[in-house]
C-alpha cells in the first residue's frame, strides 16, 4: 500500500472510531447508519460535493461553510454534521469516503454482520437477493449485508466477494479461461 493511502486510511479510521463511540454511547446507531448512506449516495450523485471534499482550491471557510449547508439540507445527525464540520476545519474532508468505509465496516461488526459485494448482469430481484443473503449467511455464519450492483459487460452469473474471498461465476470470466486453455492448447 503506497504511504498516502495508509495516511488517509489512518486519518479516516481515527474520525470512523470518534463518531462510532459517539453514536455507540448516544444509542443513535441506526440513525448513523442512515445518515452514511444519505452522505454516501450524495457523493455518488452530486458532482459539486465531491469536489468540495477533493478539491484543495477551497478555503477553510468554504469548505466549513459548504458541509454545513450539505448537512444541514440532508438533515444528518448532529454528531455526523459536526465531524464533518471539524473535518473542513482541518481540511480532512478528502477522506470521507475511506471515513465512511470504515464506520460501515464498524456498524456491521457491531451487529454481527458481514457486506457481500454483489456484481450482476443485471438488477437481482428482491427474491433472488433474500435468496442470495440466506445462502451467504449459511457459508459465512453472520448476517449478511449485501452491496448489490450492475455490469452487463459479464454477461451472466454473478461475481460475489465476501471479505477476502471471491466467487466468480460470470460468463465473462469462464469465457477468458476458455479462451486461455485454447492458447495453452495451440
Known sequence: MSETASISTGIASRYATAVFELATEGKALDALEADLDAL???LGDIEDLRDLIASPVYSRQ????????????????ATLANTLQLMASKRRLFVVPQMI????????????????????????????????????KAAVGKDVKLNATVDEGIIGGLVVKVGSKMIDTSIRSKLNTLQNTMKEVG
Open 40 to 42: 454516501n449516495s450524495a
Open 101 to 136: 468505509a470504515a464506520l460501515r465496516a464498524m456498524i456491521a461488526d457491531h451487529k454481527g454482520e458481514v457486506t457481500a459485494d454483489v456484481v450482476s448482469a443485471k438488477a437481482l430481484t428482491k427474491t433472488q437477493s433474500e435468496k442470495l443473503a440466506k445462502t451467504l
Open 62 to 77: 468554504d469548505m466549513q461553510a459548504g458541509i454545513a449547508a450539505v448537512a444541514k439540507a440532508m438533515g444528518l445527525g
